[in-house]
């Protein structure tokens, strides 16, 4: 099984900071690798689709990167909507795993 | 709009059953693989099973394989999940989820439906 690795695990931000989320892969994936953005009490809503392509609806602060086994969701100006908890997700093989999420608090 | 809207959860004994249903609107559901996603309280997400457009090709976690039975009615835009020799870990929201065109990453999903397993 490939182990989705996400790193922090939480952080803290203020209004406007840029903020970085970080999954690393056990093994290459490609480009096969999804975020996913959680608010208390909701479903999950996808972000970023094969590492770099925004979802359509999703604000523009919004950006992924990387291939193979290292990736990176970045908020270039964080807003107080974003809070929640953040998940990688990799769609290179069965079983599809998720990272173990990443929970963003807005200082 | 695509909307995904989840039933049948609730309260069973360890070793009882449950099937859930996802009822699919707003896109063409027979030409979209479709999955469950679970969380457990406070937890994080973890995939369930997925199932082709057609139903031919079907993928289970370890965790519910032999246990747990995907399917879909293509004519009803339905999605399903029998869950048979439940277990307290299978405690959870369960969510539907549509799949991408791009690989088996998850474009829209369900509000949810919470499974709990206890005597």
């Known amino acids: 099984d490939i182990q989705m690795t996400q790193s922090p695990s939480s952080v803290s931000a203020s209004v406007g900071d840029r903020v970085t989320i970080t999954c690393r892969a056990s093994?290459?994936?490609?480009?096969?690798l999804a975020w996913y953005q959680q608010k208390p009490g909701k479903a999950p809503k996808l972000l970023i689709y094969t590492a770099s392509n925004l979802q359509s609806g999703v604000p523009s602060r919004f950006s992924g990167s990387g291939s193979g086994t290292d990736f990176t969701l970045t908020i270039s100006s964080l807003q107080p909507e974003d809070f929640g908890t953040y998940y990688c997700?990799?769609?290179?093989?069965?079983?599809?795993?998720f990272g173990q999420g990443t929970r963003l608090e807005i200082k | 709009e695509v909307q995904l809207v989840e039933s049948g959860g609730g309260l069973v004994q360890p070793g009882g059953s449950l099937r859930l249903s996802c009822a699919a609107s707003?896109?063409?559901?027979?030409?979209?693989?479709m999955s469950w996603v679970r969380q457990a309280p406070g937890k994080g997400l973890e995939w369930v099973s997925s199932?082709?457009?057609?139903?031919?090709?079907?993928y289970y976690a370890d965790s519910v394989k032999g246990r747990f039975t995907i399917s879909r009615d293509n004519s009803k835009n339905t999605l399903y999940l029998q869950m048979n020799s439940l277990r307290a870990e299978d405690t959870a929201i369960y969510y539907c989820?549509?799949?991408?065109?791009?690989?088996?990453?998850?474009?829209?999903w369900g509000q949810g439906t919470l499974v709990t397993v206890s005597s």
């Open positions: 707003g896109f063409t559901f027979s030409s979209y693989a």
């Open positions: 093994q290459g994936i490609s480009s096969w």
């Open positions: 997700q990799q769609a290179k093989s069965f079983p599809v795993t």
């Open positions: 199932i082709n457009f057609s139903g031919g090709d079907t």
């Open positions: 989820a549509k799949d991408s065109d791009t690989a088996w990453q998850k474009d829209y």
